[in-house]
């Protein structure tokens, strides 16, 4: 999971160094998110169909080979185009990652702990954000931020040789089931929104959080960047927590609208700091709390719900409403502060906290009148 995203976190950690050395303007640099998200996002569907009828061994092997193409052609960039094709081309591996390892987790995994390792995989994520923000942005400052991006393809073609060696054979294809039952299908259609509103919004809190604490709170730029690492760690404690307590059957389905309830909270907490400005610290550890933990929540519940040999598609298809969230909200919320300001901003965030909160309501009861 660390790697399938660490095109993206290192373009972000090493920005400033890509955009003298390849003289790219800054919307360049931000079109890299675009691109790597909405390829992901188109890519889902069809990474989710493949993971299903190879295996998730195959496609994990796969998965960490493209994320090594992916960030050496990053490496030998020298302008725009190479940048964006490169970063479009890592939008396979971010298409494959939950796909594959959910399938994982399900072959290997007891039923009673996939809800906590679900949620330690989850926060891969977080830990490639580190590995790209410290170690390697340290790397950058001594051999270049081309050294640092090509040491970060060779530990990612590594990790292919690992898991070719480490991960159990694929076992024979299972059939997916043509027309799955009716709750199962609702239920994954029902997260797929609600990853998309979820991705909005969290999306926006990551773009622009740094940004709202050194522009509008005054902070200086290591207290705003802290602000996103404080994120980071509560999304990483979030994430193992809730999903481990989502594991017991029948918990699960509920937890989505409760936590889009609490990443609410956040979001109006951020838009209150501009009167009380130590609310930002507490918002930043609310939005990894609640918004950055409910996607592994409905990662378990993906798993938990899917029809046999549909995990794949499943999980594929809710992912895809995420990545296309993470896509579409940084421009919706960049243009309305530019034209308003932030609070406005995070009253927009907090309004699609509250869509998803809604979406997901309905989960539970459905879940149940299925279940009798």
Aim: charged share 10%; proline share 6%.
């Amino acid at each position: 999971m660390a790697f399938s995203m660490m095109q993206l976190f290192l373009i972000g950690a090493l920005g400033p160094r890509l955009v003298g050395e390849l003289s790219i303007s800054r919307t360049v640099l931000g079109l890299t998110t675009t691109a790597g998200f909405g390829a992901a996002a188109l890519l889902s569907p069809v990474a989710g169909r493949l993971v299903d009828r190879v295996g998730p061994r195959r496609c994990l092997v796969a998965l960490l080979l493209l994320a090594g193409v992916s960030l050496a052609l990053i490496g030998a960039a020298t302008g725009a185009a190479v940048l964006l094709a490169a970063v479009a081309l890592g939008g396979l591996p971010q298409a494959l990652a939950n796909p594959a390892t959910n399938k994982v987790i399900l072959a290997v995994v007891p039923a009673e702990r996939r809800g906590g390792i679900t949620g330690l995989k989850q926060s891969g994520v977080q830990f490639g954000a580190f590995l790209a923000g410290l170690p390697l942005s340290l790397l950058a400052a001594g051999a270049g931020w081309r050294g640092a991006v090509w040491t970060a393809a060779g530990a990612a073609a590594l990790a292919a040789v690992w898991a070719a060696l480490t991960l159990p054979p694929d076992a024979p294809t299972t059939a997916p089931t043509r027309c799955p039952a009716s709750s199962s299908r609702d239920v994954t259609k029902r997260l797929a929104v609600f990853s998309l509103l979820l991705g909005c919004g969290i999306a926006s809190v990551n773009t622009y959080l740094a940004l709202y604490g050194s522009q509008r709170l005054g902070f200086p730029p290591t207290a705003a960047g802290a602000l996103v690492a404080v994120l980071g760690v509560a999304g990483i404690g979030g994430r193992v927590g809730w999903s481990r307590a989502a594991g017991p059957p029948g918990r699960a389905e509920a937890m989505p609208a409760l936590l889009a309830a609490g990443a609410v909270g956040a979001a109006l907490l951020l838009a209150a700091a501009v009167l009380a400005h130590p609310l930002v610290w507490v918002a930043a550890i609310a939005v990894g709390s609640f918004a950055v933990s409910a996607n592994a929540v409905s990662m378990v519940l993906v798993m938990q719900r899917a029809a046999p040999g549909r995990a794949g598609q499943d999980s594929a298809l809710v992912s895809a409403g995420f990545f296309a969230g993470f896509a579409v909200g940084p421009p919706l919320f960049g243009a309305l502060v530019s034209a308003s300001g932030y609070v406005p901003g995070w009253l927009l965030v907090a309004a699609e906290f509250v869509a998803a909160a809604m979406v997901a309501v309905p989960l539970m009861p459905r879940c149940r009148r299925g279940a009798e």
